[in-house]
């Protein structure tokens, strides 16, 4: 008899997998659980990265895959997204039958994973509430909060924020998250490969033997008309700085063809002797290059999370993290070329921070693995208030 | 030049029309406004009593019909609805670029609306949120307000809950229910339509002169499996009563099929002398039929609304109705034959209640409709805590 | 090693099924077969008469379900319910990755198993092409011709027209029709159950042991407005011929309302003594009693193809199955009560037919499971001309 | 009252929008037409060019657009694109109600528009039906012309091949292919704008006064896998010529990426002198250009159609038009870059050849507008065998 519980993981985009894969793991180690891992939406699309790829080199059985990303690069178009995840997943969880859900932060799709399975009266988990930004994820993420029945959030303040959101106390789990599992890996590792040959990519080859900034900015979804002047103030900042740069590509999301298409003109019309550009790079890999970057510059929530904990100096650009716990590595600027060059060239000066538990200390997916376990299954909830 | 706000409401079920008939009124009155009607999901379908038709009948302008009902009453089926209404409204909302979108209640069809307007970054207005109740809406509704831009609730206690919930205080209006507003025009009625006539409908047609029951019950959708049994407690209590009783049949939902199946075998089974069935009833005059009730029975949310300001005794059966404020004019039983049977003798005996304003006065749809016009524009928001 | 091909075949209607329940067998059988069973569409639903459930009852593992029927009852949701049905059946096949698949006859939604297959390069095998009816199915028949890669129809007419319509002689197959194979398993069988008793069903239950007729009539897709008046010129016959007769309700289409609202109408007023109605019966009873009956009327194609086999005298009516091959058993009339009527009488003087081989002679499920396992793998083709 | 036939005509690529550029201005100049012009698909898209900038550049109405592609660049995602376009094309058909729906060729995603049409009941017309290539088009094509009720082909072997695959012989019409309308627009003009100010793109840009080549080379849809040797095979021979040539960039279709990633990587491992990339050009421009050109080399129809009636020597590759119908301008030749090489040499020395009409002479806008304003209206039809 088959009495383990099963976990159907929704993994959507790239970064999410970082953070859930200590999870994922942990639940493939678990001897009372199993894994049904669902890969969907840019997950699986060439164009941001194909997170697909890793998974199955890090050994992962895939239970389904799901191709649900409508082409637009516009809001419509994100909302279909969501629409035909719906369906499709529906699908999916009626196949797999699984005994929760898990659904991570609040990407746009994920979305979808949530009401596939509360409306399917699946109990959902979800990782990653209770957090504050500036952005439309703000609505997503306390939405999916309000669906979900169990709650492993990252910090304190998420977790006092989820309580105060009416849900029962007793389901609200500050684990930490699951991407400083892997930062405690790379934690006292140097740079052990050469980026270039491992991950190819395009543009220069600047030396990095005497330390190189790291750029990674995505677009900010309810700024769509603006994506391609913010990356351009981010562009001319670097340009000028003319220091060995490793630079990566934006994940999707809408607005994406602004900041790729201002990249794309920027490399036409320039000559950029100090930058290189990689479209992605193995979870562990790129730790480690952050580890032994002088500054993380961008807007990506790794210089919140991961960084905290690595000490790695971080010059964040616009609202994207806005209002998120952070430690006293991040030093934030608004989208404006002189800001962005004078905050780098202090954050240099400034050298590495000590570590920061803000977000957990290394032990989120194991702990998670073992609340799956444990908590009582059931998708009937009312608010406490 | 065009500078009317253009209002898009979208209805989704011949319940929900009820609850907006005079604010759809009120935004084709004012001068500046203009009303943009949608029509979905079971509101067009003949099996549950084609809202559609009434809508039409009362001078309204459709914008666009939706489509969207997968069969299967299950849960797979609803959540698959919901991907599918996504995907359709999105193009409605692309074609008639609102400046609002009003979405009401908390079916789970409602939640296509929400997403697709938000994720549009169209400012969305929510109708009804802040209640509480024992099912899956308990979910639904909590969700769409934290991704509605403003709050037009029908109770105190309403309000207290949605700002709770991190709203801006500033945009949560206690405006009343829009349903109280229709409640105040019968208030004074007496029936004036022979409904047998009017309506056709099967069954008996018992003489109404001396007065009749009126039933309306609703599968509960996470009680899924049990949606035969609990008509069936009712039938049996009701056919015993054995006096004039006007039986309305339920609207969609999973688990439509218990109930209905239940319905139909105890017609073919049992001689009914005293109960007759009807599909469907337009608003008014059903308002009219029920200010003129001995007592309703059942689990709509009639009793607990309009049923208040009408002072009509209710039986109200089971949990869906949990936890929403009423007035003195209900009593809360079980699904249980007997109890139902014990709890209407004692409501005929009680006879009317005075008027409560509870759910609001009567003028609710003017109000929202008021501050449609006035509220800023803005799809941007941030938990208040 | 499995070196066995994998045939995916999509069962989308009750009558489909017993149009490939043999083949099924025969591939289950195959020792170089292995079974790939996809339930979808009003196979799966209750009020279509839950193909599904016979399907499971007869021992068949199902690999996917596919819910895809949008409610509407109009053309719209027919196409809709073709696109739902792409989506879907992409992803089952994606993850099952079949070496052919089947597609049966030209049910509107037979097109997306047909789109699905043959947009991911899949060999396609239709059964039942080449046959020429008067309606829409016209249209989606031989389009599914032109894309399928392999055509086991079933008479020596559709072999020729689907020759002519540009395809590889070579891979053009008149095996006979698989119900056929069915029909002679009954060819001997008395009336062997109470049908009453086993299918339940609705209305009068008049004597059976004098004789019977046998009314089967779906709606004509094309001519949704006239369903209505087309099905009460038949129940007034059969009302006035006042025999025993047993009453299939129709299955799903465009137009179902207008048929199923008329049979239920008609019900409600009038005293119907000698009729009783079915929601549906298992293959091999439904087959029995035709084979005892003494008419058949209706628009069946069983009554063309089982029925020619039986040589059960069959009074077909309308449209529906025009330039069809048939058989001497089959009289055509118009919708007219009293041509009807007439030809009712008639047919029941004629008594039984001989045996016509029409539509083949028994075996035609091992003949395509044969053949599936020796056709090349290919969905590369070019018309002939 | 307008009595005009309502023509919906559906353009889902940047090609299709030629083929029907003049046909769209006939139906807008026709006294008793009205023109519904929807946009779908990679007519949308930025990736493929952006056809709906040139549609509003030239001064039409869009009544609809449609986003359907769904991201993947496989075949599962063409099976889906296609069911998301007949979701998405059913509500647009039922909310415009067109008279007749007109769709253009033998792309995938236009089998949407063949199937929401027939199964709506909206007369059908297919422009270019009847040709013969050796793709996945071959079954995408034959298909659509057994599900359309008028025929507008384009030579005389494709009326015969439309006639004999049975349907009815008085609504196939002759009228040439309306490409050849803007073909003659430009018969005598030379190349009267410089392509890389107007056009920008990326890559060298060679002197074009002594003449130069034109590339246009699409991936071929079941040679998947092949894409992208086959590209290499046509960038090794051109960059070997080493004379001005201009490349236009594939449009969408499942293995574009395999084409654009060959493109991509061969520009960043190789300097090339003497090719400029085009994303797009306006219509007029692009055939302008072709008109002065040497050659034009690639797999593209407009080899075969428009080059036939300017007399430009073309050096087809591979077998995407294999069997059509072609003039003595085309040299068709193997994925082989000396086989290639060879043939353009012999093409440049050729010179221009003398007009053939093969695909028409020029009023087929014209024709086909006056035929969809006398043809019958009606969706019901039989095979003619």
Chains 1, 2, 3, 4 share one sequence.
């Not at 196949?95 to 979808?112: C, G, H, Q, S």
């Not at 395009?202 to 603006?226: C, F, I, K, N, R």
Request: with cysteine; net charge negative.
């Amino acid at each position: 008899m088959n009495s383990k519980r099963k976990i159907a993981v929704v993994v959507t985009a790239r970064p999410s997998y970082s953070r859930v894969k200590t999870l994922l793991q942990a639940i493939q180690k678990h001897p009372a659980l199993e894994l049904q891992l669902i890969v969907a939406a840019s997950a699986l699309l060439d164009r941001y990265g194909s997170a697909v790829n890793y998974i199955e080199n890090d050994g992962f059985h895939i239970s389904a895959k799901v191709f649900n990303v409508l082409e637009g690069e516009n809001l419509t178009a994100a909302a279909k997204t969501t629409g035909i995840g719906i369906l499709e997943l529906s699908t999916v969880f009626d196949n797999l039958k699984p005994d929760i859900v898990v659904t991570v932060a609040d990407r746009f799709e994920t979305m979808a994973t949530a009401i596939a399975a509360s409306y399917m009266n699946i109990p959902l988990a979800h990782l990653q509430g209770g957090e504050v930004t500036g952005n439309i994820d703000e609505k997503v993420r306390h939405a999916i909060t309000k669906l979900a029945d169990y709650h492993f959030v990252a910090s304190e303040s998420a977790k006092t924020r989820v309580i105060k959101l009416g849900e029962n106390p007793e389901l609200v789990f500050n684990t930490g998250c699951p991407s400083i599992d892997l930062a405690l890996l790379v934690k006292d590792t140097k740079l052990d490969f050469d980026p270039y040959q491992k991950y190819g990519g395009v543009g220069a080859q600047p030396d990095l033997s005497q330390g190189y900034l790291v750029v990674m900015q995505h677009p900010v979804t309810t700024e769509y008309q603006d994506s391609r002047r913010h990356i351009e103030q981010t562009l001319k900042a670097i340009a000028e700085l003319d220091v060995p740069t490793l630079w990566f590509w934006p994940n999707v999301d809408a607005g994406a063809d602004g900041t790729s298409t201002g990249i794309r003109a920027f490399r036409e019309h320039h000559k950029i002797e100090q930058i290189h550009f990689f479209k992605n790079m193995e979870g562990i890999d790129f730790l480690t290059l952050l580890n032994n970057a002088k500054v993380l510059i961008g807007n990506s929530s790794v210089g919140i999370r991961e960084c905290a904990y690595l000490g790695v100096p971080v010059v964040n650009i616009g609202s994207r993290q806005n209002k998120r716990d952070r430690g006293h590595n991040v030093v934030d600027v608004d989208y404006n070329q002189d800001a962005i060059k004078q905050a780098v060239s202090s954050q240099v000066n400034e050298g590495k921070f000590p570590i920061s538990n803000v977000y957990g200390g290394g032990n989120a997916g194991e702990q998670i693995a073992d609340l799956l376990q444990k908590v009582p299954l059931q998708f009937h909830k009312t608010i406490t208030y």
